[in-house]
Each structure stands twice: as C-alpha cells, then as structure tokens.
C-alpha cells in the first residue's frame, strides 16, 4: 500500500507542474498562492493516505501559506 501512496504522489506532482506550466502572466503572489495549494494537497494526500479531508485541508493550508510568503 506504502507504494500505491507514492506512486498517487507523484502523479499529483506531475500533474500540478504540467498545470503551472500555464500560469506564465500570473502575478508573484498568485504563483505562490497555487504553489502552495499544490504542494499542500499533496503533502496532505500523503500523510492521510489519501483522504479526501487531508487532501482539501492541506491545500488550503499550503495555499495560505504560500499566499503570505513574501508578503
């Protein structure tokens, strides 16, 4: 199971990076805003093996986060 949780990981990287590829005329803090929301769903997928109330949660934490980094 341990490997169908990376595996899930890193297709949500992928993914997220092929997204903000799109994102070239975003403002700094929008930029950081989708970063962080990116990196938190899936830091939050993986550590509530793939709950869908970890996922939400850690995207709209790393979203504010990463809005107010820089600020």
């Known amino acids: 199971m341990a ?3 990376k595996v899930k990981a890193g297709v ?3 993914v997220l990076l ?3 590829s799109a994102c070239a005329n975003m403002s700094t803090r929008d930029r950081n805003t989708a970063i962080g929301a990116g990196v938190g769903g ?13 996922t939400i949660g850690g995207a709209v934490v ?3 986060i990463g809005n107010q980094t820089g600020k």
């Open 3 to 5: 490997i169908y949780g």
């Open 12 to 14: 949500a990287a992928v």
């Open 18 to 20: 092929v997204g903000l």
């Open 42 to 54: 899936v830091a939050g997928s993986v550590l509530t093996d793939g709950s869908a109330v970890g």
């Open 62 to 64: 790393g979203g504010v």
